[in-house]
């Protein structure tokens, strides 16, 4: 079905694996934003956050705990970003739910954080309202 990311999870294409199990497989990012970014997949092909179950959340999520002790200890990071994009608006390029795990090192000039904007007039009680069923 052409997903790339299946590609990898099946061992058809090749990538830098640093973990794999039954279930979840972990590798480098082939375009990395720092040394050592990781992306952490499920086997089985879930979309996004819509539709994948939680336990397999729970799992990937997991192993991106186990992967950032050993990149404390292996490549010295400092500190870490995990994130997770789900459906094109938010920036998801490959349509196979993955979490990106980013080793941060001290002054490592990366900016990651989204750009808040007290200017965009966004209601905070009207979505608070509506998320409350008010
Ligand atoms: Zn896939």
Known sequence: MGCVFCG???GKSAAY???EDEEVIAFLDSNPVSRGHTLIISRKHYDNILDIPEEMV???AA???ELASLYRSRLGADGFNTMQSSGKEAGQSVMHYHMHLVPRYK???LSLWLHRNADKG???QEAFDRIRGR
Request: hydrophobic share 50%.
């Open 122 to 124: 966004i209601d905070i």
């Open 63 to 65: 192993r991106a705990r």
């Open 17 to 19: 694996v640093v973990h």
């Open 8 to 10: 990898i999870a099946s």
């Open 107 to 109: 002054d490592d000039g």
């Open 58 to 60: 729970m799992k990937i």
